[in-house]
């Protein structure tokens, strides 16, 4: 009998913690008015919907833009019709010098209930297999997608300790596997886990952490243009070049690409999960946003032995030959 207690537990656990869920989510939603966020990464996608979303609801919001005068800002401050409630301003995640004016910025314009949320939204990607791509671009993949988030958090959590605030980061269901992008999969991965350790730290200050995890939103975003066999080619080394060839690097293009091609034009699903994050009497540690086929590979990764899912993907890959 004891040795089932364990199991009994378990299954305790989990019906009780959706009912405590749904019983904190029978409280009153957070009043925005008098309350500041900073988003990164609001040029285009996620980030420019979201400033948009949580403007129209009546939160101060900070804008941050890698081009403060490019299209995707300036199209921000029109569409928000030059409300004061929304600042656009400069912010490059990978320079500290950056993040020093935006908490400056940020507490020379606190409204009266101070600074609630911080969304570390801003990220890039690419294509490539490990061998394709130069150690440059791992350093400036780790420094946008996993340091610029940890830069803006480490920057800000006095104030979200001060007005036991939220943290949103963006991470993506590539975390768990990866199908062509494993440099854009080995920063989500890791940003997961420095969430989780975050996220256990700062309750007891009363900040709450959020990971948001989109399926496939390619085709919402501009985070992931289709790829280029071309440019692919011209870029590797000559001992990649001796390894491989171009028909390979084509079919590898168009297998990717048809994966961009189905990828979701609704990005307001992913901002309805941010908002949530944001607003929420009780918000989740994890919201997956993803189709039902991304959200069983996800099971099979977290639940199945690791040469399960090596097996659906190499299924998956098996019309791509190297010769």
Known sequence: MWAAAPLLL???????????????????RLEPAGRAVLITGCDSGFGHLLALRLHRLGFTVFAGCLC????????????AGGAGRLRVLRLDVTRARDV???????????????????????????????GWLPMETYERFADVNLLGSIRTTLAFLPLL??????????????????LGNGIYSMTKAAIEKFCDALRLEMKKFGVQVCIIQPGNYARSTKIQPPVSAEEIWS???????????KEYVQERANFFNSILSEGSTNGNEVVDAMVDALTSPAPKARYMVAKLKEKALVFVCALFPTVVMDSVLSYALSKVKLA
């Open 10 to 28: 378990l299954l305790l656990l989990l019906l009780l913690v959706p009912l405590a869920r749904q019983c904190r989510r029978g409280a009153a």
């Open 68 to 79: 403060p005068g490019g299209d995707g800002a300036r199209r921000l401050q029109r569409e």
């Open 100 to 130: 020093r004016a935006a908490k400056e910025l940020v507490l020379s314009h606190l409204p009266e209930r101070g600074f609630w949320g911080l969304v570390n939204n801003a990220g890039i990607s690419t294509f490539g297999e490990t």
């Open 161 to 178: 300790r001060k007005y036991k605030g939220r943290i949103v980061f963006m991470s993506s269901i590539i975390a768990y596997f990866t």
């Open 235 to 245: 870029e590797l080394s000559e001992e990649e070049k001796a390894v491989y060839n």
